[in-house]
């Protein structure tokens, strides 16, 4: 049968019969003497291996006068090593079949390599070297330099709308280091020098901060063995790594403002703080942002965009983090329709969820729609060894990769009426008109 055709069927069967669940994923876990945490999924249906590596650290470990380090070590760490010459991770990936990449987010960093599980020993290898080796020189820190500032040219300063999240952390948070965002500041990547690379290095890319996760045609009792040669002697890192203690202040009042963009249609983007993810109300606001939002029979969908016609697109989601995040609302108007109006309509959506309990009917399409999520996150070998990672560091349970679901099941409706009714409160909330530049110089004369 044709894997994709059997995908197609398997996701129908999700939709149509509430009660399917997810396979449970098995898995070891351990720790080396260096502190570095190990997890293994043994996965014999194709010949191919996960390997990804977590490090626990984020945007929100920097300086705030030196924003931008995790994310330009996304970058500096395909550099090369003491044993990999510059410019050939890449290659050596390629050559040998495999895939590779990198993220960053507030809370961590993970790479990740795809292979062909026969070239096992290759992944590991280059991971370990790069955690011990890495070479951090001045052409290494200059090229990355001039990389970082064209993504952030490219991607924030001149996209439409480019700067909506950063704006947005910028104006929910005062206190708590999410007020940037991984991206950072040109300024302050310029302003870097070569020792506090190497320092940053030194205290968050050692073992006892970094999560080895594996999935895949793997034999678990080898693996071990090729695990510990590879990093079994990598040294225990001596800095203190900063983990930030401060609590973001309650918001007592809205926050309204308007900025001006190189754009045509205005936008608006509302901003509620929430719990921090895995926490017991995350879970109903998560399905709230479903509710509001995917897919074209979502309500703001069905209500602003194809009934009213003040928008040409909206959207809702939980930015969940490891402390206390946000619920995002956002919408770019039709043509002709003003900001105030369009805020106006999202909010009827909101207040609607506030006063009249949703149907069994939806409740149903929205753990339907949770299920059908669950089983696509785990449906590769990367899904299953990033999954795994996150649990364990950003929740504090490798194990609710397989009880996770559970509790979005167990939300109720009035579960998703009672958080609308605590957390979407306009004294909790940053709005952002977006408006063409164009208004500015209109209303500057």
């Known amino acids: 049968m044709n894997r994709k055709f059997a995908w197609t069927i398997l996701l129908s069967l999700i939709l149509i019969f509430p009660g399917f669940s997810q396979v449970k994923i098995n898995f070891t876990e351990y720790d080396l003497d260096n502190g570095l945490h190990v997890i293994l999924h043994q996965d014999k249906s194709t010949p191919i291996v996960a390997i990804t590596v977590l ?20 970058h500096l760490m395909f550099s090369g090593s003491k044993y990999i010459p510059r410019g050939d991770y890449y290659k050596m990936i390629q050559n040998a079949g495999g895939q590779l990449n990198a ?52 991607r924030f300063d001149n996209q439409p709308y480019g700067s909506v999240f950063e704006n947005i952390f910028k104006y929910a948070y005062k206190v708590y280091p999410y007020k940037w965002v991984p991206i950072g500041s040109v300024q302050y990547i310029d302003k870097a020098t070569l020792p506090e690379f190497i320092n940053f290095y030194h205290t968050y890319y050692v073992p006892q901060n970094a ?73 109903p606001l998560d399905m709230l942002t479903t509710l509001l939002a995917v897919g074209k029979s979502s ?62 009917e ?14 696509s996150a785990v449906s590769t070998d990367a899904g299953i060894a990033e999954n795994l990672a996150e ?21 109720t409706k009035q579960d998703i009426q009672r958080v609308a009714n605590e957390y979407l409160k ?20």
């Open 211 to 283: 999560t080895l996760s594996i999935s895949g045609d793997i034999n678990i009792e080898k693996t071990k063995e090729l695990i510990k040669e590879y990093f079994g002697d990598i040294p225990k890192g001596t800095k203190k790594i900063y983990r930030p203690d401060v609590v973001e202040p309650p918001q007592t009042a809205e926050i309204v403002d308007t900025v001006y963009d190189n754009i045509r249609l205005p936008a608006v983007i509302e901003a509620y703080h929430i719990p921090a993810i895995g926490t017991k109300d995350f879970y």
């Open 299 to 360: 309500r703001l969908y069905k209500a602003v965009v194809d009934s009213e016609q003040k928008a040409v697109d909206v959207e809702a989601f939980s930015f969940g983090l490891e402390a206390p995040g946000l619920f995002i609302s956002l919408g770019i108007a039709n043509t002709g329709i003003n900001a105030s109006d369009l805020e106006n309509s999202l909010d009827d959506q909101i207040e609607k969820v506030k006063k009249t309990l949703i149907t069994d």
């Open 103 to 154: 993220n960053t987010t507030q809370d961590r960093t993970l790479y990740y390599e795809i292979l062909p599980s026969n070239q096992l020993s290759l992944g590991l290898w280059m991971e370990s070297e790069r955690m011990l080796h890495l070479k951090i020189d001045s052409i290494s820190v200059e090229t990355q330099r001039k990389v970082v500032k064209e993504e952030r040219k490219q």
């Open 391 to 411: 649990y364990h560091v950003i929740y504090g349970n490798t194990n609710l990769i397989n009880s996770n679901i559970q509790r979005y099941l167990d939300v």
């Open 362 to 375: 939806e409740l149903q399409k929205l753990k339907n729609l949770i299920e059908s999520r669950a089983v």
């Open 426 to 445: 306009k004294e909790n909330r940053v709005v952002l008109f977006y408006l063409p530049k164009a208004l500015q110089n209109k209303e500057g004369k």
């Open 55 to 74: 490090y626990h650290v984020g945007s929100k470990n920097e300086k705030p006068d030196r924003t931008g380090f995790a994310h330009f070590f996304e």
